[in-house]
């Protein structure tokens, strides 16, 4: 059975296909269309999972769409009435949105990608993130909790996974959202919305969190972890470009910070607020999780899903701290992650199908082969090596590193979430403390704040870092921890080490990722630290790169010194931006508009 | 002959904009003209976003609007 | 509670389709005839005081406005507003004397009101459909009220079979005895109309109720009213006679009681008048082609005029005067309308007038015109008004919107797409004027289908999205959100249409 699941319409549209329980392909389509963040139908992406799962589209048993549209729309019009007449703006645009494009997304799915309305199903928002979640966990039962901004109605929802089927048990409903609380705040520091969340996360270290107390006036926590805004402080639900009031900022007694100046320095104040927030977040999820094992049963794995599931520095400690032995969060566990969790839910949900194989690795993206790299190389006139062996390239890579040179790691399938977990990397020596300095200023052209991950061997992850057992924890696989450096390796690896001591970990496993797993046990062989630092392969406002051409382009553009193609090198005095790439970055400044509807 | 495409795109850009534009005005009349009258009154009897606080906690129970086939074939 | 609300909500969704349709319906000119009528306990109908109301047809264009007493008059035209010192001239008949198919400045009882201006007033009862034992019934029962000097009688022919009925469509009414005595006491009110004369949406689905009353004779299939027509009086004619004899004898009773002075003048068909349009138009047309030689469009006339006579009141025949008309060049009548046009009631009030004078028993008067002056237009029509404020209104918002775009160059696309819209539609309205009406109404139906069979076409699949969204708020219980679901869903819909349509974009979006 092939089931197709999509995400789209809202940011980061994506696609999965399943066949036979097992996720074959998944990819979002910004890799494919350059736009970053694209909202559209994801044809590209589509394309490509029929092709690599050696289907036709005819032989689509089923395509899920990630939410309801219509209890979206009901949820617009009821905040209208609701919040009248203030939301007179976000009625214009959304609705000249909805009535023109959005209600008819059943239509365009089945003109655009081909297929017969019957074959059309839809599954709910937070069912979608529970089931991305669950059916690609380890656990054959589990406790589960999904977390973000906003689906049709719910923002939070508590529930129960067992064998092939979710049972949702609890929701928290819009406009009472841990996910639009973390956004608000975002806005607030400065930091583009939808966008901007990885920067305040980063920034909290250079802060001490002073204002919980203030922050939990404009909000109450219950000690079941439930939320209630006062929404007096807030103003998404009825403003299209605003998420604060005037009553946050007079609460505060500061104005949000001019979106100019987040990038250019860190303001201590604005650092305490990041500090802040983030602990708030914690505590309100360290409280969600008792009661979810209480509800549950007992259970002793809990799955996390949701946008709010990015929050590594969050997940660590929810692993730590929390009553769950066992954690997994699936590796895309955003919006784009809905797409699989749709296919899923249908695939096991609806058509009653038994548990595939659980997800323990991320790569479901295309792939190029030896010779069609090869070819690219020669048609475009570009100068390389190539070292046939693979360990004797891995020894050339480790030795690179160790000279202080900044590579493009582009080797197998792309990866599935917005992580680069070494498929398409950009990766240093972490023992340099300059190469942070060098890769935000050069290559990656970002605030100097923001911090840069390791990928570690998983055998030796314990001894750099405080994961004992790291094997047993997937949501490291795929970079969703933030874990402590541990004191002594702290002045080994300046480079991937925090302000408060923590870098967000990558293990690396042989069998999963055999080539980054070689090289960085080269590395470690060479130097005794087999870690490298690696940060996504792309540059400011670019989606990560899909094909050798935009690798390449991304590499020409950039200070980086080498480019490996897989066993292919190609050196700095070969760049040259060709013409045959692109890309053009989304538009500054999401709306509030896009955030809520 | 070379002006007629960017005439007709011309015109067609500008009646897409024209429609923007009416479509924006009838939408606030809308807004005003039927949804506040009813929403006047909605907000009286009814508080969907829970703006007043609940005594005891914010979960709700989950409700499932049905399961199997016909249930997932619905936009609701 | 839930199941309450989506019963709502369903129920309300209905309501609006149906009202959706019956407005469709109506603009389409497919609605039901608007009556100026009410029950009247004594004449079966009368108009109902207050009404203000517009009726149109290829040929003509008439505003109606009924004052409090029910009379097509000014609202100082009351029975208790008598001026001693002027001679008040009732007027009583069908839709002649009601003035169908004229403007009050046209019609003859308002022309002779202006002719006599302080000397006499005439004051118009005429109701559309009455016989001439409504006429006498009402007088019977109101005249005195209203404290005349002189009463004018205008019977047409279709009143002479109608006076031998107890009940005109769903409506009872009087009838008199050979002897002059009104045969039915109070009437009894026959309740709401049904509904097919009341919704158009009926009228569509419902079965026709049953039509006017036929009689067969020689062959030829004709209404019962026409019987009068052919030799005898048709089968009824017995009847016709002694039943048209007791109403103009209850009259001249009354008019002796009263001491009034009455005057008979029937209204000549336009048969009677006009022998090419008796021949070429009536006999074909209402007659199903009936032997030329077999009727006679002047029995009528003739007979009231005999009966009147014979029940010793005044009578008077215009026949003559409008055949001069006709003589003259002039068309007196409508040419498919059988009321008289303009120039007909122009000519009829100077029978009359000349008549009354002759008579002595109403004034020459040389006050005021023989026609009253039409009001005076704007100089600038209603369209062209319209036009301009909306050009400059949209062109403002339009620049504020896109600054980036020169005014000038907004200003003139705004105006050049509005006046490619309202050239469209003031045409199209052009058209349907010029087209006999029932093509007009066919055509617009025509084109309407096709519009929405295109709008269909383009919609395709999602017509069921559609009706999906509409399900979904009625399974969830938001029957307050249907109307503006209603109208969201429409413009969505014609959104949809536009971007799939280049051509017809501009229009959808001016449609607006």
Known sequence: MNVLGLSFDYHDSSAALIKDGVLVAAASEERFSRVKHDSSLPKLAVEFAIQKGGITRDELDWVVFYEKPFVKFERMLLTGLATFPRSAGVFRESMQRWVSDKLWVKSHMARKLGVPKKKLLFAEHHMSHAAASFFTSPFADSAILTVDGAGEWTTATMGIGRGNKIELLKEMRFPHSLGLLYSAFTAYCGFEINEGEYKLMGMHPYGTPRYTDKIKQLIEVGEDGSLWHDMRYFSYHFSRNDTLSTAFEEHFGRPRRDPKESDKSLDPYYCDMAASIQAVTEEVLLKMLPHLHEVSGGMKSVCLSGGVALNSVANYKLMRDGPFEEVYIHPAPGDDGGAAGAAYWAYNQICDQPRGPALDHAFLGSEYSDEQIEAFLRENDIPYEHIADDQAFYQFVAKALEEGQVCGWFRGRFEWGPRALGARSIIADPRRAEMKEKLNSTIKFREAFRPFAPSVLEERADEFFEIPNAEKHFPARFMLYVAPVRAEKRDVLPAITHEDGSGRLQTVFKDTNPGYHQMIKAFGDLTGVPVVMNTSFNLKGEPIVESPAHAFNTFSLSGMDLLLLHNFIIRADAKKKIAETRFHLRHEGDSVLQMVS | ?76 | MRLFNSILAAVVAILLFGGAMEGGLRLLGFGPPKTLNRFDAVTGWSKTPGLRTHRSSREYAVDFSFNDAGLREDQDVQPGSKDPERLRVLILGDSFVLGYSVQRENLFVDILDARWGDEAEAINVGTEGWATDQAVAWLESEGSKWQPDVVLLMPYENDLYWNTQEQYTRYPKPRYSELGERSQGELTDPGAAPLRDRSALARLILPKSSSLPRIESKGHSLLAEHGVLLAGGGPNGDAIRRHTQGCLKALANWAAKTDTKVLVCPIPAHSAVDETYAREVFGPRVLGGMPRDSWDANRPVDLFLELAAAEGLATVDPRQALITSLENGEQPYFSIDWHLNPVGNKVLAGVLHDELARLDWAPEGTHGATTLPAPEKSPLSTPALLYLLLVTVLGTIYCRLYPQEKPLRAYGLVGALLGLVFGLVLGSAALLDILPPDLGRVLSTVVVLALLGFIAWKLGDRVTIIAGVMGAFIRRGHWYLMPLLVILLTVGSLLVVAASSPLVAPFIYTLF
């Open chain 2, 1 to 76: 002959m070379e002006s007629d495409p960017s005439l007709l795109k011309t015109l067609l850009t500008f009646s897409e904009r024209f429609g923007q534009m009416l479509s924006r005005i009838l939408l606030t009349v809308l807004y005003y003209g039927l949804l506040g009258p009813v929403a006047l009154f909605y907000q009286r009897c009814a508080d969907p976003l829970h703006l007043r606080k609940r005594p005891s906690g914010n979960w709700t129970a989950w409700d499932d609007h049905g399961v199997g086939f016909k249930a997932a074939r619905r936009q609701d």
